[in-house]
């Protein structure tokens, strides 16, 4: 499945876990996730070279989102991020993409740059 074919609008971020107990080797961020037509879904992020979290706490309100997507290589931390990376792998063979989900409650965001996610329902 498509990273946009899943219904974004609404859903509801319970949890976020970042795994690095093998830095370079496990380099993953899951996200458990309650989709209103899936129920809960684990989204795991593979192969994580960056992220940017613009969180908001403090706040008693559950943490949904308004839209998710795969920004453009123009995105400016895309952009940013691949010049540094360049250096140290071949970003052709690394497929790298940029996963920006926004967020409707706090205005939030969250942009991740990795190799690729995988899904699984609990």
Do not use: Q
């Amino acid at each position: 499945m498509n990273f946009g074919d899943f219904y974004w609008h609404d859903a509801i971020i319970l949890n976020i876990v970042i795994d690095r107990s093998n830095p370079g080797r496990i380099d993953t961020i899951l996200f458990e996730i309650e989709f209103p037509d899936l129920g809960k879904v684990n989204f795991v992020f593979d192969k994580v070279y960056w992220i940017k979290m613009d969180l908001n706490f403090g706040m008693v309100v559950s943490e949904n989102i308004l839209k998710a997507f795969i920004a453009d290589r123009s995105d400016t931390d895309f952009v940013y991020i691949s010049s540094k990376w360049k250096k140290f792998i071949d970003l052709d063979i690394a497929k790298l993409d940029c996963y920006v989900i926004e967020l409707n409650s706090t205005g939030g965001e969250i942009k991740i740059i990795a190799t690729g996610f995988r899904v699984s329902t609990r």
